[in-house]
């Protein structure tokens, strides 16, 4: 029998996914890469971003195929909670900018039977864990790490060096901003 497209979710089990790696390591690509699987088995799915990633514009269609799925712009975690009607599968991106309450939301999203996909940053350029991340990790039932490729050696990468000498943590990337580095390259660069 062919799902209807709305939410069914009395008979749903909900859990929490979690895809972190550095800057240019593909997570956004990967969670949309779940959502898309998900819109062509007929189930609702929304995505959310924080309103501080200003690099896009207001609900941008982030993909261009038939399956495209626009991304919703909040101002906080709390707001994903009251937008999440009727939907099956929740992916949130750039999560590290999230307050710390997003591990909550996502906890509450998951046991109404929701789906939740969270993508983020797992380190800043500092290579300190980032904001709301940590938490995820821990109670996520999945966790998958992506790596980028080390600009200077080729191995893989997980730390994202910011190439300025700004020191604000918030610095969105835009190419040139960062370069993914491996461990050895990281130390080196910060030495
Ligand atoms: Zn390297």
Redesign the pocket.
Known sequence: MFLENKANRESQKGWIEVIVGSMFSGKTEELLRRLKRAKIAQQKVEIFKPMVDVRYSDDEVVSHDANAIRSTPVESSGNIMLLSGNVNVVGIDEAQFFDDGLANVCHQLANQGIRVIVAGLDMDFKGKPFGPIPSLLATAEYVTKVHAI?M????L?QFSHRLSDEEKLVVLGEKGDYEP??R??FLKANS
Do not use: P
């Open positions: 080390c200077r050696c080729g191995d990468a580095l491996c050895c390259c």
